[in-house]
């Protein structure tokens, strides 16, 4: 397999750190809809630089979306705080 063959986002890894801590926030503090839009958009114009930001935004939409109990290692939070999270997000969707 080349180089080529293998996507490897830079930004996912470059920002790791800043993007548990900002998911484990949401579902800590059960952010949905406009807050948690607020809530990112203000975190990512204070921590990320401006010519990333766009990038680590889509990173953290993606993983919001396609959150589960496997994806929590990391985050600071429980499997009961992420299945409250869950239940509130899924309901606005």
């Not at 990320?48 to 990173?59: G, S, V, Y």
Request: aromatic letters at 10%.
């Amino acid at each position: 397999m080349s180089l080529d063959a293998v996507k490897f986002d830079v930004i996912r890894v470059w920002y790791r750190k800043e993007r548990r801590k900002l998911i484990g926030e949401i579902i800590l503090h059960r952010y949905v809809g406009q807050p948690m839009k607020a809530y990112i958009d203000s975190y990512i114009e204070r921590v990320i630089p401006e010519k990333d930001q766009k990038a680590f935004l889509k990173n953290v939409m993606e993983d919001l979306e396609y959150m589960d109990p496997c994806r929590i290692v990391g985050l600071g939070v429980t499997e009961i705080e992420l299945e409250e999270w869950m239940k509130k997000y899924r309901s606005q969707i």
